[in-house]
């Protein structure tokens, strides 16, 4: 019975079968296993310590207080620049929708390290500055603060708001707005009536992204709240597991206290996509008529230039600049001009190299790992009947939705040993780490490609004598290229400079640029921080660069 | 008297012309109707009459009113035309209910509650919707969005109707139901209206004049009569043989 069973599987079932529940092991079953064990009768008891500690009621309130702060500065910064952009005849807008974009690939926590130079309450340039010119005492912002880390935040994740925006306003019939005006309402009547509630449901998605990647975030929180012994409860999770033994199971309880905020997000942002009533896409629409601004034109690009000097510019050239400073705190100077820190932490500093390469074959392993499982999991997904197909891919997808430092904590619980397989300390947990987070980007693009694939193409395939392995490799696989091609770099591009998870994962030898650069800044060395964090944004731009070239502006900013 | 005039209106986008200078004056009352193929420049000129494009050249009349005047620099915004239009997708607004994309007007109008409900329950009976106000547009048939359209467009009491295209996204059947219906309401509401079509039968059924036009110009504006019996250019012609 078993055995003829066993024959009639076909390579296929056998790929197919295989990477999915090689998916499921390391993407499900640590998530699974972190929630039961922190439900299992020996450690329930740790909700009622968790309850009753007041530190741990204050970081869920910081939490919180962060999440509804900066997400309130997102949406007032996000929305009118998708209008202002996409609406209006205000020239260079592409250029400019790319320039907007840049915060959405680059790692907020180098923002914080800028946002520390400029803002620092005893050294900070730009506090100098004003105390300077304002003949002021103190000074007058404080960057060690919730606001300070909310709007460091708020200034890398205004462009989810953004971006949702802008495809929202892209995908709406431009006739819908100009009906308004026919009916005798003006620009801000047709705005508030029809354009507003019509791009409500991707604006709350968008609120719903910034709440929950405010609520995962660590590396801000970490450089710019812990200092002041303010946590959040990715910091205090985190210092949970560092200065407690046993701290781990702690940990897991308030973990799943975290999971929870980012399942309820995702479960509530699908609700709002499924309104029939918010359809305004069917089909392809011009761009309409740009509102022309006419005497509002100049003030309109002084204040784009302003708000993007502010919010992006300036933290990235502060950080670039200080990175060239021969003594650290002098004035700016051509004297003052050095490659000395470059070489320093390029060819001195016995971490940096080792710490490069590591990122780079994490990154590497990681996102090929995840562009082919991802692939071949989008195959059952889009071209199946299997009936499980929706719980697998749901599945997999599940570490995406969750936050890094819980995916972390189930990683380290699942596969310290005591359940078979032990990657603790080595190299293999951070592949592992990120290929289970990001590998929804692959299965995602893929299966939005697949999908339009024409079944027949295959068909005709196997009825020439290929099998379907032939088919797979000769037929999909040079169709996907450029969205496998792509959906490597959106992987690499994260996981390359990820920190969340890495800060948890990493042993003695397997330190990452993340980490490192986390470490740098935080103990000893904020100067070679700063080199770091340039040679980091360099990798980044670099990577999107090539998406953005090999994909013909489809994916990448 | 002359209720939509233009004068000497051009339109180029960069380089490229897509209407050349074209004098244009309607009386009040007509059914008028574009006609020609596409990109000829017969919706880019309604959407110049409706104030939603500004023509690069030339002037507007509504009545005695100057709406546009590229020389005087008046562009009066579309809000403030008092046009009436129906939308080739119909543009109806999805999140609202059929009695709410009707009131929309008046609602700008800030008139009162009572004469909002009294006036939609007007107009959803002179189209033929009633007992339809509490449902949403993706829950109509196609013919029956139409008619939303086309109540919505009618009632502010606009001078003018401007129609792109309003019968295209219909089935062939209902089409023909949907001509006679318009020319029906046309009729009795007397409301001068340019109709943009580029089916020569809808033309030639439903105006008291065409203006046909061709890669941004006018050939001939003519009774539906004399267009067919006498085509002045091998244009006029060949388009009219062609169907």
């Known amino acids: ?557 | 008297m002359s209720n939509v005039t233009l004068k000497n209106i051009e339109k180029r986008f960069g380089e490229t012309v897509a209407v050349h200078k074209t004098d244009l004056e309607i009386k009040s009352g007509t059914f008028i109707s574009f006609l020609g193929p596409s990109g000829c420049g017969k919706t880019t000129t309604l959407r110049m009459i409706a104030g939603l494009l500004e023509p690069t050249e030339g002037e507007i009349l509504l009545g005695n009113q100057l709406v546009f005047s590229h020389e005087k620099h008046i562009a009066t915004p579309p809000e403030k035309r008092n046009i009436g239009m129906v939308f080739q997708s119909y543009a109806l607004w999805p999140h609202m209910t059929v009695f709410h994309n009707i009131a929309y007007p008046l609602k700008i109008q800030k008139k009162s509650k009572s004469d909002i409900e009294l006036q939609v329950h007007t107009y959803l009976k002179l189209v033929n919707l009633s007992g339809l106000e509490k449902r949403y547009p993706h829950e109509l048939s196609g013919g029956q969005q139409q008619r939303v359209a086309l109540a919505r467009a009618l009632i502010r009491e606009p001078e003018v109707l401007l129609l792109d295209e309003p019968l295209c996204n219909l089935d062939a059947k209902l089409r023909k139901s949907m001509r006679t219906e318009i020319k029906e309401l046309q009729k009795r509401l007397n409301i001068t209206t340019i109709y943009v079509t580029h089916d020569q039968d809808e033309a030639l059924t439903l105006s008291d004049v065409v203006v046909l036009m061709n890669q941004g110009k006018i050939e001939q504006i003519d009774t539906p009569q004399n267009l067919t019996t006498h085509p002045k250019t091998p244009f006029a012609q060949e388009f009219l043989q062609s169907h």
């Open chain 1, 1 to 557: 019975m078993l055995r003829s069973c066993l024959n009639r599987l076909k390579t296929e079932h056998w790929i197919l079968g295989g990477s999915a529940l090689l998916l499921l092991y390391f993407a499900a079953f640590p998530l699974l296993l972190l929630i039961f064990k922190s439900i299992s009768p020996e450690h329930i008891q740790n909700y009622a310590l968790i309850v009753s500690k007041k530190s741990n009621w204050i970081s869920l309130l910081n939490t919180l207080s962060l999440c509804i702060t900066t997400t309130a500065l997102t949406i007032i910064i996000g929305l009118p620049l998708a209008w202002l952009l996409y609406k209006t005849d205000i020239p260079q807008k592409n250029l400019w929708k790319s320039l907007f974009s840049i915060p959405y690939i680059i790692p907020p926590y180098v923002g914080a390290i800028a946002w520390l130079k400029l803002l620092n309450p005893t050294s900070g340039s730009l506090n100098l500055f004003f105390m300077k010119y304002l003949h002021l005492n103190s000074a007058p912002f404080q960057i060690y603060s919730l606001g300070g880390a909310a709007m460091v935040l708020g200034f890398f994740f205004y462009s989810f708001i953004f971006l949702a925006c802008y495809n929202a306003l892209q995908k709406m019939d431009p006739s819908l707005e100009e009906a308004a005006l026919m009916c005798g309402s003006n620009r801000w009547q047709a705005f508030k009536d029809i354009t507003l509630p019509l791009i409500l449901p991707a604006l709350m998605s968008g609120i719903i992204l910034v709440f929950i990647a405010t609520a995962t975030a660590f590396g801000v929180p970490a450089l710019l709240m812990m200092p002041q012994r303010l946590f959040v409860l990715t910091t205090r999770i985190y210092t949970d597991v560092l200065n407690y033994s046993g701290g781990i199971l702690k940990a897991s309880s308030l973990s799943v206290i975290l999971m929870i905020f980012g399942l309820t997000g995702l479960w509530a942002s699908s609700l709002f996509l499924k309104n029939k009533r918010f359809t305004t896409l069917s089909g392809k629409y011009a761009r309409g008529e740009p509102l022309s601004l006419q005497k509002w034109k100049w003030p309109c690009i002084i204040f784009l230039i302003g708000v993007w000097g502010i919010m992006v510019f300036l933290p990235l050239i502060t950080i670039v600049i200080s990175s060239f400073l021969k003594i650290y705190g002098e004035p700016l100077s051509f004297s003052n001009f050095s490659f000395q820190k470059y070489r320093y932490v390029l060819f001195e500093l016995a971490t940096t190299q080792k710490s490069f390469l590591n990122s780079f074959l994490f990154a590497t392993l990681a996102s090929l790992i995840s562009v082919i499982l991802g692939a071949l999991v989008a195959y059952v997904k889009v071209k199946t009947h299997i009936k499980s197909r929706h719980w697998i891919t749901f599945l997999a997808t599940l570490p995406y939705a969750t936050p890094g430092t819980v995916v972390a904590i189930g990683l380290i619980i699942a596969f310290s040993g005591s359940h078979g397989l032990n990657l603790y300390n080595t190299f293999w947990i951070l592949i592992v780490a990120y290929s289970v987070k990001y590998i929804s980007f692959a299965i995602q693009n893929t299966a939005a490609a697949l999908e339009q694939i024409d079944s027949t193409l295959e068909e005709s395939g196997r009825m020439c004598g290929a099998s379907w392995l032939k088919v797979f490799a000769t037929i999909l696989v040079p169709i996907l290229k450029p969205t496998l091609i792509a959906s490597f770099f959106l992987i690499f591009m994260p996981t390359f400079c990820e920190l969340t998870m890495s800060i948890l994962l990493v042993g003695p030898k397997t330190e990452t640029v993340g980490t490192l650069l986390f470490n740098l800044q935080s103990y000893d060395d904020p100067q070679s921080a700063a080199v770091l964090a340039t040679l980091i944004i360099c990798v980044i731009l670099t990577a999107n660069f090539m998406v953005k070239k090999i994909t013909r502006g489809a994916y990448g900013v």
